[in-house]
């Protein structure tokens, strides 16, 4: 459920018309609404009420600082990949010990930022970064709290790129090699084992793979207690998906009833990294129509905006579906178009052979649940500067990253002097 609404034809994020916005910051730019990203996180997180646990925002999803700050205020802790997502936790003020460290290439650079900041967990993912973390710990004089990531092999059931849990993806350490693994990381100094943790994929619609994957898990805490090992976290990762178009994910109350029967008496604290649930249909992408244009002798019809792969760029990477719909909606008929961006590519997309109400130059479109992996895939690609994003709160709207300028653009770029 959100708060993107018509009003008298008009849509509306909360209470404020989006063409009041529009003529404000200019298009294209990413919209979301307070209301609907503090009621996606505490669906999810009430829905492990009364159970020792810690929802760690999955930064990627939706990084602006001003979203991050929205859920440390609930909190929210955060699921990170990089030193620049820490960086960015930091400043939103979210607490260190409310921070994992996920990805399968951490640097030595960002290991130790992440050390002298004093995270929770670094989920580890190899035996040579065990030694790494080791290594950048004593050099320190500090101890890294560590977990690995387990790879279960369960068929997440999703789109192959964002498939992480199968035992041919890069991720995590094989389950039946992860034991090994854990008796290794007993020995060194600077680390210390805190936990298991595990990812298996995006954009789920059926709890049947985290109920499998949670089976795995606990025969591997048992069989990690036999060897006298025992953790105080276990992180189940992201992954839940929301609606596109006609897939029907469970809600995250059913999400978090399935995990907590599966679980069944966990004596240990639960993290969870959710992204896309939370932020997905808390966003939106408005865009202007410039042109619209035939091709293929009148049969093909090309509606041209002014965004494009570089601003959303999930259906190019993915045939991924966003509805598309008016913003002011009129008593048009609709039409089968393809909705394109100006970049100079084929794949410059943002719906292909789609029924959409038929629009003419000047007007707006909602490009809707683009709040996750939205802006924060965008590119400067065709050097354009990346577009603004705009919190709706209580009847106001506030910028929350102003639209790059050309300036942006070259900033950090010089001439050689033998150029000039
Ligand atoms: N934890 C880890 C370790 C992850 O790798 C991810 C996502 C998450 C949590 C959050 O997953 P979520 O709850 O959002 O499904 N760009 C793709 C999605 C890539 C997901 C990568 N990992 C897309 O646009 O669909």
Redesign the pocket.
């Known amino acids: 459920m959100d708060y993107f609404h018509y009003l008298d034809g008009v849509l509306h994020a909360e209470d404020v018309p989006v063409p009041d916005i529009a003529a404000a910051v200019g298009t294209p730019f990413y919209l979301y609404s307070t209301a609907t990203l503090k009621r996606h996180f505490q669906a999810l997180d009430q829905s492990f009420a009364g159970m020792d646990h810690l929802t760690?925002f999955?930064v990627?999803?939706c990084s602006n600082i001003a979203i991050l700050r929205l859920f440390a205020g609930l909190g929210g802790g955060a699921?990170i990949?990089s030193g620049g997502e820490l960086y960015r936790a930091l400043a939103a003020g979210i607490e260190p010990g409310k921070i994992v460290f996920?990805?399968v290439g951490k640097t030595r650079a960002e290991i130790r930022q992440a050390l002298e900041a004093g995270i929770l967990m670094f989920?580890l993912e190899s035996a040579q970064e065990l030694r790494v973390v080791a290594e950048c710990a004593t050099e320190l004089g500090l101890v890294a709290r560590i977990s690995f990531?387990v790879n279960p092999d369960v068929d997440p059931q999703t789109?192959a790129?964002?498939s992480?849990g199968l035992a041919k993806n890069k991720?995590g350490i094989p389950i039946a090699e992860a034991l090994d693994l854990y008796r290794q990381a007993r020995d060194p100094a600077g680390v210390e084992i805190v936990g298991v943790?595990c990812?298996i994929?995006?954009?789920?619609t059926k709890v049947s793979p985290f109920v499998d994957t949670i089976g795995k898990l606990k025969d591997f805490l048992g069989r990690l207690a036999t060897h006298g090992i025992t953790i105080r976290y276990l992180d189940l990762?992201?992954?839940?998906?929301i609606q596109y178009d006609q897939e029907q994910p469970p809600e995250p109350a059913d999400y978090g009833a399935a995990v907590r029967e599966a679980l069944n008496d966990l004596d240990c604290t639960l993290i969870l990294?959710?992204?896309?649930?939370?932020?997905?249909n808390a966003g939106i992408m408005v865009t202007r129509v410039l042109y619209t244009k035939t091709g293929e002798g009148g049969r093909k019809k090309f509606i041209v905006v002014d965004a494009g792969m570089n601003d959303l760029?999930?259906p190019s990477?993915?045939d991924?579906y966003h509805a598309i719909v008016p913003v002011v909606q009129g008593r048009r008929e609709t039409t089968v178009a393809d909705v394109v961006g100006p970049i100079c590519e084929t794949g410059d997309f943002l719906a292909r052979d789609r029924e959409v109400t038929a629009a003419e130059p000047g007007e707006l479109l909602a490009v809707k649940s683009a709040g996750?992996?939205?802006f924060?895939?965008a590119s400067n690609y065709n050097s354009r500067p990346r577009v603004p994003e705009v919190l709706v709160n209580d009847g106001e709207f506030h910028l929350i990253r102003r639209r790059e300028t050309y300036e942006d653009l070259l900033r950090g770029e010089m001439i050689p002097d033998f150029l000039k």
């Open positions: 760690c999955a990627k999803a699921d990949v996920s990805g989920n990531r789109h790129y964002i992480t991720f943790s990812h994929g995006s954009q789920l990762g992201g992954g839940l998906g990294e959710p992204g896309r649930v939370i932020v997905g760029f999930r990477l993915y991924a996750a992996y939205g924060t895939m």
